[in-house]
């Protein structure tokens, strides 16, 4: 008789912290559905992330395909000659450290 409590009592205990939780499925797209508060948060701070990422990707990727078109040897035979840039310097600089503390402040929430 003991053991029939025991084992309901942990079959309780078990079924009351597995079944809430979900499971990948196979060939699963994305993350799970989660189960906890903590586990949203943490979807949520990937969704910002990827936000920012594909922000920076077409930033990046425009201004690369814009630079080989504009200084391409047939159209710019003779290169100007450019000495200092330091605005650009300063913001290529700052821009991407105000990105990465906006995600590191994010992070913490």
């Known amino acids: 008789m003991l053991n029939l409590v025991l084992i309901s009592l942990g079959l309780a205990l078990i079924s009351g912290t597995t079944l809430k939780a979900d499971a990948a499925q196979p060939w699963q797209y994305g993350l799970q559905d989660p189960a906890t508060p903590i586990a949203e948060g943490i ?38 000659q450019v000495v200092h840039g330091t605005t650009i310097e300063i913001v290529w600089t700052i821009v991407p450290a105000l990105i990465l503390m906006v995600i590191a402040v994010s992070s913490f929430a």
């Open 43 to 80: 979807i949520a701070f990937h969704h910002d992330l990827m936000f920012i990422l594909v922000f920076v990707v077409v930033f990046v990727s425009y201004m690369l395909f814009r630079t080989v078109y504009h200084f391409h040897h047939t159209k710019n035979a003779i290169p100007d």
